[in-house]
């Protein structure tokens, strides 16, 4: 069972930058893929960006695109967002994600481990 904790998040002008990070429990295999998801309040959860498997295979959101970036140091069992050019409808809590296999999907209910959640807020 992997337990996914995330750090990073808290408040932020908008355009400005954060970054979140999220470690795994244990080792996680190369093949594993990992993403972020994020909720507003009175919305779904959607989908921000994913990595996957030992080639890296990356997919994004097309509302971050060019403003996200994800990460993962497989050394260090973890997966990070760095989030630039924030706006305010980037306001949400996020959630880092993993699930076993090699297909990275942009779709919650394909992913079986979930990190507590973290708050990211960005002032207009």
């Known amino acids: 069972q992997v337990q996914l904790v995330q750090s990073g998040g808290g408040l932020v002008a908008a355009g400005g930058a954060l970054r979140l990070s999220c470690a795994a429990s244990e080792q996680t295999a190369s093949s594993i893929i990992m993403g972020w998801f994020r909720q507003a309040p009175g919305k779904d959860r959607e989908f921000v960006a994913a990595?996957?498997?030992?080639?890296?295979?990356?997919k994004y959101a097309d509302s971050v695109k060019g403003r996200f970036t994800i990460s993962r140091d497989n050394a260090e069992k973890s997966v990070n967002l760095v989030m630039n050019s924030l706006k305010p409808e980037d306001t949400a809590i996020y959630y880092c994600a993993a699930r076993d296999g090699t297909v990275v999907f942009d779709i919650a209910s394909r992913y079986e481990y979930w990190g507590q959640g973290t708050q990211v807020t960005v002032s207009s």
């Open positions: 990595i996957g498997g030992k080639y890296g295979r990356l």
